[in-house]
């Protein structure tokens, strides 16, 4: 199973950038997907989570800044970030749950910079 994530950069404090995760090569259906991150010698996080009944949950340091959505038709899940902060600063990994198992799927990661 193979998850593809793209979107990460480089960006100034207070620029933006859009991550997405493309989880169309799973073969069954997907309850949770999401993304955490991993800041430079810090453990992961979890970042955002958006469930199959599309209810999302933020982890404290992003809520109003962020925004999960996800499209089921093509098993995408996009992480717009605003109001970047170089706490931002971290590799960012999407993940997926399947629905049955609930079994945990990985993307390769993607770093985001922000600079001061």
């Known amino acids: 199973v193979q998850l593809q994530a793209s979107g990460g950069g480089s960006v100034q404090a207070g620029g933006s950038l859009r991550l997405s995760c493309d989880a169309s090569?799973?073969?069954?259906?997907?309850?949770?997907m999401g993304w955490y991150r991993q800041p430079p010698g810090k453990q992961r996080e979890s970042v955002a989570v958006i469930d199959s009944s599309h209810i999302t949950t933020y982890g404290n340091s992003v809520k109003g800044r962020f925004i999960i959505s996800r499209d089921d038709a093509k098993k995408t899940v996009s992480l717009q970030m605003n109001n970047l902060k170089p706490e931002d600063t971290a590799v960012y990994y999407c993940?997926?749950?399947?629905?049955?198992?609930?079994?945990?799927?990985w993307g390769q990661g993607t770093q985001v910079t922000v600079s001061s």
């Open positions: 090569g799973t073969g069954f259906s997907i309850y949770r």
């Open positions: 993940y997926v749950e399947q629905i049955i198992t609930r079994k945990a799927y």
